[in-house]
């Protein structure tokens, strides 16, 4: 198989470059990896292409709220997805495939994660470090529609990736992708259809996921079908409201 890969330090290189105006996107030089047996060039290129014109076509500028700019990424997740995932794990698990596909959305990233140095920014080009890291952007994307997808498809909904669609890149980012729950799509899926109802208010996703943890050493998430997820963050989230309530009441009687 050949597919195309940037390096670590080659991504530092262009993202310090097209930040300084030095460099722009023709400048991109990609490497390939692997045997001729399998081309996916093509594929890869196509794929990003695709998201790139998405996204202008969708008129990005007029994104003014998070909410609005992480419903837009839902959205492009779920075409990246579809439009990769067929590729072999090979593949899909070297880091230097989701650095070049970082690299090839630049101006997408850069819109998506403003006003950050160059420096800051590398994260979001898997290349911060020599590990690839959790907040890469295209990789986050393809992980956010494969897990929707997963709960999706067990709950029988009618669009399986519709959890992705929505904005709610606090809860993606710091109770799903950067922890454990991302490992159980079925509870990511209940989880996110009720903050999406407004079940689950803002306030109460971090005491309910903080709850969840704890019962996550007894309970493996990862066997629950979905009625049993369904019941889990049920049992958490009323948990949750009950003692925040008796926690009210015992300042309010102080």
Same mark, same amino acid.
């Given at each position: 198989?050949?597919?195309?890969?940037?390096?670590?330090?080659?991504?530092?290189?262009?993202?310090?470059?097209?930040?300084?105006?030095?460099?722009?996107?023709?400048?991109?030089?990609?490497?390939?990896?692997?045997?001729?047996?399998?081309?996916?060039?093509?594929?890869?290129?196509?794929?990003?292409?695709?998201?790139?014109?998405?996204?202008? *076509?969708?008129?990005?500028?007029?994104?003014?709220?998070?909410?609005?700019?992480? !419903?837009?990424?839902?959205?492009?997740?779920?075409?990246?997805?579809?439009?990769?995932?067929?590729?072999?794990?090979?593949?899909?698990?070297?880091?230097?495939?989701?650095?070049?596909?970082?690299?090839?959305?630049?101006?997408?990233?850069?819109?998506?994660?403003?006003?950050?140095?160059?420096?800051?920014?590398?994260?979001?080009?898997?290349?911060?470090?020599?590990?690839?890291?959790?907040?890469?952007?295209?990789?986050?994307?393809?992980?956010?529609?494969?897990?929707?997808?997963?709960?999706?498809?067990? !709950?029988?909904?009618?669009?399986?990736?519709?959890? !992705?669609?929505?904005?709610?890149?606090?809860?993606?980012?710091?109770?799903?992708?950067?922890?454990? *729950?991302? *490992?159980?799509?079925?509870?990511?899926?209940?989880?996110?259809?009720?903050?999406?109802?407004?079940?689950?208010?803002?306030?109460?996703?971090?005491?309910?996921?903080?709850?969840?943890?704890?019962?996550?050493?007894?309970?493996?998430?990862?066997?629950?079908?979905?009625?049993?997820?369904?019941?889990?963050?049920?049992?958490?989230?009323?948990?949750?409201?009950?003692?925040?309530?008796?926690?009210?009441?015992?300042?309010?009687?102080?």
């Amino acid at each position: 198989m050949t597919y195309p890969i940037v390096s670590k330090k080659d991504v530092v290189a262009y993202v310090e470059g097209r930040s300084s105006g030095q460099l722009t996107p023709h400048d991109l030089e990609p490497k390939y990896r692997g045997d001729n047996s399998e081309d996916w060039v093509e594929q890869v290129n196509d794929t990003l292409e695709k998201i790139l014109q998405e996204w202008r *076509n969708q008129k990005p500028d007029s994104a003014t709220s998070s909410t609005k700019s992480d !419903a837009l990424e839902g959205n492009l997740a779920v075409t990246l997805y579809k439009g990769l995932q067929s590729l072999p794990a090979r593949i899909l698990t070297d880091r230097d495939f989701w650095r070049y596909a970082s690299v090839y959305l630049y101006d997408f990233i850069v819109w998506r994660q403003p006003a950050q140095s160059a420096t800051a920014m590398l994260a979001y080009f898997g290349a911060a470090s020599n590990g690839l890291g959790r907040d890469c952007v295209p990789h986050r994307m393809f992980n956010r529609a494969r897990i929707t997808n997963i709960g999706g498809t067990a !709950a029988g909904d009618p669009d399986p990736f519709a959890m !992705a669609r929505f904005g709610a890149a606090d809860v993606w980012k710091s109770h799903i992708l950067r922890v454990a *729950n991302g *490992n159980a799509p079925l509870v990511v899926h209940e989880m996110l259809t009720d903050v999406n109802q407004g079940k689950l208010k803002t306030d109460l996703v971090r005491p309910v996921v903080k709850n969840m943890r704890r019962v996550r050493a007894n309970v493996l998430f990862e066997v629950l079908d979905q009625v049993q997820a369904r019941e889990l963050v049920d049992r958490e989230t009323a948990r949750t409201i009950a003692t925040l309530g008796a926690l009210d009441d015992a300042e309010g009687g102080e």
